[in-house]
């Protein structure tokens, strides 16, 4: 029976407790130390902004927008938005922060929570992770091929497992409107086959019908025109321009001409990491090339590039960042209240000296007080009972080994001096 004195998470909405969050910490400091090497610094955006922002760029006929946002007035009457993706964010605060002006090209890094109110599933949540790059400024072939070099290099340092990258290219402005409607003249050729969704995303969007999940529609767009069938020359030469740098740098991954991704922006080169094991929820990140959201924002015709990967998602695919965090070096264990005192003494002193260390309180038994120091799998517990008060040592237990080392540490002793000894006794010294 649930306890009525508590209050439970919003639905799709989840805690990320410490053993979870330090994996993540191992995936996020990798990050910033591969994409720091290529050049990117941290923006760190607000989790809140204008509905406009992703109205305008997202794109109108989208999921995202026509039903997965957060949004609501506030108390001034703004229509907000609680961010469904960052990129819109980030070409927002690289306008309103002068980069622009500044250095066209910007390399950008960030990590942080988005907002979606999808059905909420294994892998999948309303809030949940990202951690992602944007490069602005730059249309050229090399820099697609450089981001993508830069994941492969980022997910062997963390040890991803079974993913696989799939590629393809939307076209642009020139070639897309053809595809478009080559595309809507094939969809009214099968309306009867598809739902009343795809009806409106004919008139509206045809490209959307390609990213229907309704299974009838599946079927009938496994047969329609490809958007890769349809390049125009300076598109064809871009996507071959970037296969041919993977190629040579050894990056492996797969062309899918039925790539299409959930939001608008995209032109060109588009990319995305599939988890093997996954299941249904197998996209581990996306991204691609985006030239017209910059003026799409009211900015200057400035092209853009990048990519976003959820964490919740690359976690499962990551046994490196599975690893069980170790425990402190030791725990200190008063026996009885005379004891406190300078336990507290000893663990503040050890700690100064950047030694990870427990303390529990006093008034138990020695035996659970060292399952106490067990499950926190600390190396050493520090025992501090009458024997030791009056010798003025502490004695230190190895856990592993269970050996003590009877009146091994003087409780007067300054920091440095303690925390020489106790590392020495984690390494099975004296
Ligand atoms: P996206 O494909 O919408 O792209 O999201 C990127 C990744 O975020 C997905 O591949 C997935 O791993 C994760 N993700 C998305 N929705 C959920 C969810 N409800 N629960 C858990 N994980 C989720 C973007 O957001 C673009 N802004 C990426 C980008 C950056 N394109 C260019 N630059």
Wanted: aromatic fraction near 6%.
């Amino acid at each position: 029976m649930s306890n009525p004195g508590t209050v439970s998470a919003v639905k799709g909405f989840r805690d990320v407790l410490p053993d979870e969050s330090r994996r993540w910490r191992v995936l996020e400091d990798a990050a910033e130390s591969v994409f720091g090497r290529y050049g990117f610094g941290e923006v760190r955006l607000p989790v809140l902004e204008r509905t406009e922002l992703f109205a305008r760029s997202l794109g109108e006929t989208t999921d995202i927008v026509e039903k997965e946002m957060y949004s609501f007035a506030d108390r001034d009457e703004t229509l907000v938005t609680l961010r469904p993706e960052a990129t819109a964010g980030v070409v927002r605060a690289y306008l309103e922060g002068g980069l622009v002006q500044a250095d066209p090209t910007a390399r950008l890094f960030y990590r942080g929570p988005m907002f979606r109110r999808e059905r909420p599933q294994r892998g999948r949540y309303r809030q949940f992770y990202q951690i992602g790059v944007e490069v602005l400024g730059r249309d050229d072939a090399l820099v697609d091929a450089e981001l993508l070099v830069m994941l492969d290099r980022y997910l062997t340092e963390v040890g991803t497992r079974d993913v696989r990258l799939e590629l393809n290219s939307l076209g642009d402005a020139t070639c897309r409107p053809v595809y478009r409607e080559r595309l809507r003249e094939f969809g009214t050729a099968h309306l009867a086959a598809l739902c009343p969704d795809c009806h409106r995303r004919l008139e509206k969007n045809p490209l959307r019908i390609l990213d229907c999940k309704v299974e009838g529609c599946r079927r009938v767009v496994a047969d329609a025109p490809v958007m890769l069938d349809s390049l125009c020359a300076a598109c064809r030469t871009h996507f071959d321009e970037v296969r041919r740098l993977l190629d040579q740098e050894g990056i492996a991954y797969g062309v899918n001409p039925r790539l299409v991704r959930g939001l608008d922006y995209y032109c060109r080169t588009a990319f995305e990491l599939i988890g093997a094991g996954l299941g249904a929820q197998n996209a581990v990140g996306g991204g691609g090339r985006y030239d017209g959201l910059v003026a799409a924002l009211g900015g200057p015709d400035v092209p853009g590039v990048g990519f976003a990967l959820g964490v919740e998602r690359l976690a499962m695919v990551t046994p490196g960042a599975e690893a069980v965090a170790a425990g402190p070096m030791a725990v200190v264990l008063p026996l009885d209240a005379r004891g406190v005192g300078p336990a507290l003494r000893i663990a503040t002193r050890l700690r100064d000296q950047h030694v990870a260390v427990g303390l529990e309180p006093a008034g138990r038994s020695l035996k659970a007080l060292l399952r106490a120091a067990d499950r926190r799998r600390a190396r050493l517990a520090v025992i501090i009972g009458d024997d030791e008060l009056q010798a003025g040592r502490a004695t230190v237990r190895d856990l592993a080994r269970h050996e003590d080392r009877r009146h091994a540490l003087p409780l007067d002793a300054p920091g440095p001096e303690l925390a020489t000894a106790v590392r020495a006794l984690a390494e099975g010294g004296s």
